[in-house]
């Protein structure tokens, strides 16, 4: 036996979705959980810009609720990086098959977040979805301002604290794809799609890996 499989073995790895130390197949899913049908969840938020409205479509195939939440949080927040490739495997199954896209990009961390963790959760699926999907990845967004974490603010407060906390590179005429791990309450991912159509956009959707609903 290698010891990679003696290790398997003894400490399987946890299935992506249950959170459960199983044995996973290539996907990261145990037998039950990778019998389960996709699911498809949607959001819709309205952006208003100067004299312009927009409609952003938000995807993913799970609701961020039951033990996902952990999955997704030690993804975030405790090094296990290795998980964004399962993750946008996942993300892939709830992106329009209709569509097309010329880039995807993702909503960005700021430097000092970045410092902190060591990497940014959301490029990093971006790129895996983008190795997936052939879809070139544009890093097009960058956070300018390091705001406060939207997750202890008021909701009234939240579209205030990240207002202005992004810049995109010019992306005329494009159909971006835009990526982030988990959408709450959308705030975020409206400001990022209303910065990429002021720098051009045709069209912005966007997936995620989970959605609070
Ligand atoms: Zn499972």
């Not at 892939?92 to 880039?103: E, H």
């Amino acid at each position: 036996m290698r010891l990679g499989k003696l290790l398997e073995w003894i400490f399987p790895p946890k299935c992506l979705f249950c959170a459960e130390r199983r044995a996973v197949n290539e996907d990261g899913l145990c037998a039950d959980c990778a019998a389960l049908p996709t699911e498809r969840v949607f959001r819709y938020f309205n952006i208003k810009d100067r004299r312009r409205a927009y409609t952003l479509e938000c995807r993913a195939t799970k609701r961020y609720k039951g033990p996902f939440c952990n999955t997704l949080h030690r993804f975030k927040f405790q090094n296990e990086a290795y998980l964004a490739k399962p993750l946008a495997k996942q993300m892939a199954l709830a992106i329009k098959r209709d569509q097309t896209y010329d880039c995807i990009t993702a909503v960005p961390v700021s430097r000092e977040r970045l410092k902190e963790r060591g990497y940014d959760q959301s490029v990093l699926l971006a790129e895996a979805l983008s190795e997936y999907t052939g879809i070139p990845y544009r890093a097009l967004l960058t956070k300018t301002k390091h705001n406060r974490t939207q997750h202890f603010l008021p909701s009234n407060e939240r579209e205030k604290n990240v207002h202005g906390a992004y810049a995109a590179q010019d992306c005329t005429g494009m159909r971006v794809l835009l990526v982030d791990d988990i959408l709450t309450t959308g705030v975020t991912a409206k400001e990022c799609a209303r910065v990429l159509y002021r720098a051009g956009a045709a069209d912005v959707s966007m997936v995620c890996c989970a959605l609070s609903l």
